[in-house]
């Protein structure tokens, strides 16, 4: 079956630790996406990638690293310098470019903890 | 910049009933999509439906219809027979222009469906 995994589900976290959470994909999407959500709120994009090797800093990218090697991972680090990392991340993959629906389909998500 | 405004925190519709989402859009481009996502409890984001900018009808996909009205920026998503599993998270979405694939998220509206 084609789809995107995240792991960990949670993870729990020291302050001052930097964590990477991971996200791969086997539907040959050329465009990966990481997004934050706090409780009750919207998805606030962090970094994207249309490409191997190539990424962009979305609205809210401090304190969060990324690296797009591979077409079908798109890993997530969250640094220490990020003030307050305790949200829900979820991991996102697209067709890229064009008018059409292309939508994005959603990992499972990981719950980080600061701790 | 992009906007999306839902105003409704959270609504409540009796089972086998239609209920209906706002969602209003603020964007300058000519070219852009609006889509629906549904995130039940378990936080996965499941894709509803898509309405391009120059679509000429009104997306309708099973029990979900968006109600598109391009010149008041409104794109309500239009829930019918509502079953006990609707209850979850909805939120509006809209990427802009031909070569942007970003997404921006409302803030969503809670829906809770009552036998």
């Known amino acids: 079956d084609g789809g995107i995994t995240q792991s960990p589900k949670y993870l729990f976290r020291k302050e001052g630790q930097n964590v990477t959470l991971s996200c791969e994909q086997n539907l040959n999407h050329d465009a990966m996406y990481w997004y934050r959500q706090d409780p009750g709120q919207g998805l606030r994009l962090i970094y994207y990638s249309q490409i191997v090797n190539d990424f962009q800093k979305g609205d809210i990218a401090e304190g969060y690293s990324v690296s797009r090697e591979k077409k079908e991972s798109f890993p997530l680090t969250v640094t220490s310098a990020q003030k307050n990392p305790t949200a829900f991340y979820l991991c996102?993959?697209?067709?890229?470019?064009?008018?059409?629906?292309?939508?994005?389909?959603f990992g499972p998500g990981t719950r980080l903890t600061v701790l | 910049a992009q906007k999306i405004t839902q105003t409704q925190p959270g609504m409540f519709v009796q089972e086998k009933e239609a209920v209906t989402l706002d969602c209003t859009y603020d964007t300058s481009d000519p070219s852009y999509g609006l889509f629906w996502y549904k995130q039940p409890s378990s936080g996965e984001m499941i894709f509803l439906i898509y309405?391009?900018?120059?679509?000429?009808q009104n997306a309708t996909e099973g029990r979900y219809s968006l109600n598109f009205q391009k010149a008041r920026k409104s794109a309500n998503l239009v829930i019918s027979a509502s079953q006990l599993g609707d209850s979850a998270m909805y939120f509006c979405?809209?990427?802009?222009?031909?070569?942007?694939?970003?997404?921006?998220f409302g803030a969503g509206t809670t829906v809770t469906v009552r036998a």
């Open positions: 979405a809209m990427r802009g222009g031909t070569n942007d694939y970003k997404l921006s």
């Open positions: 309405q391009g900018s120059y679509d000429q």
């Open positions: 996102a993959s697209s067709i890229y470019g064009g008018r059409a629906r292309n939508e994005q389909f």
